[in-house]
């Protein structure tokens, strides 16, 4: 069964820091994965969606992630954290071709960052 | 335009008593979907409703749970006899395509319900 896994429930930076939330995917084929934020108060958002195109995703407000066979991850990144990225951020991948509709959560990362 | 809303956004309810929430989906958006989300974890997938088709109920966690959606527009979500461990966000969401998993589902703020 397709399943993700955040590797952290909570990551705290320093504002101007680099940011790395970690993700490793399970799945029996080539699957789509996804970053979702979630602010607090705030709908989910999403942040970028890895389909098999290119490997390395870059998504909304500086955010990117890589794609990695090899090491069933696709781990979030931003060179630079600003004190607005503070929030919950869920790894998703998508369970099979024939319900692909039904999206598959981790169980989030609460990313701080401190002044 | 606005985005998907959701009605409560807060419910306190007492043990055994049926819920009843409201999902508002974006404009012409043919998918909508309905997910529980628990304290300090990852959502769960409840519904989801294609157009005309048969919704798909595989998540429902038992038949005390029901959604409803007329057409291509609101949806209801019914909890009835609620127990403590109903306790948990509810979340919508809505999409424009045909539902495929590629398709970017846009989600509203959430109900938080309580159960006492």
């Known amino acids: 069964a397709q399943s993700v896994t955040q590797l952290d429930s909570h990551v705290s930076v320093s504002e101007g820091t680099p940011v790395l939330l970690r993700c490793n995917y399970s799945?029996?084929?080539?699957?789509?994965l996804f970053w979702y934020v979630q602010h607090p108060n705030k709908g989910l958002q999403l942040l970028l969606k890895y389909t098999s195109a290119a490997t390395l995703v870059k998504g909304i407000n500086g955010f990117e992630a890589e794609f990695k066979k090899s090491e069933t991850s696709f781990h979030l990144t931003k060179p630079s954290a600003h004190m607005s990225d503070a929030a919950e951020y869920f790894c998703v991948v998508i369970p099979d071709e024939d319900s692909s509709y039904k999206l598959i959560f981790g169980s989030g990362t609460r990313l701080l960052v401190r002044p | 335009g606005a985005g998907v809303s959701q009605s409560p956004s807060n419910k306190v309810t007492e043990k055994g008593k049926d819920v009843e929430l409201r999902c508002d989906p974006i404009?012409?958006?043919?998918?909508l979907y309905w997910y529980r989300q628990r304290l300090g974890q990852g959502l769960e997938f409840l519904i989801y409703?294609?157009?005309?088709?048969?919704?798909?109920k595989s998540g429902l966690p038992s038949d005390r749970f029901s959604a409803e959606r007329t057409g291509e527009s609101v949806s209801t979500l019914t909890i009835q006899r609620t127990q403590q461990e109903d306790s948990a966000v509810y979340l919508c969401?809505?999409?424009?395509?045909?539902?495929?998993?590629?398709?970017?589902?846009?989600f509203g703020p959430g109900t938080r319900l309580t159960v006492l």
């Open positions: 969401a809505s999409s424009p395509l045909m539902g495929f998993g590629t398709d970017t589902q846009y």
């Open positions: 409703f294609q157009g005309n088709s048969a919704p798909d």
């Open positions: 799945s029996s084929y080539s699957p789509s």
């Open positions: 404009s012409g958006h043919t998918a």
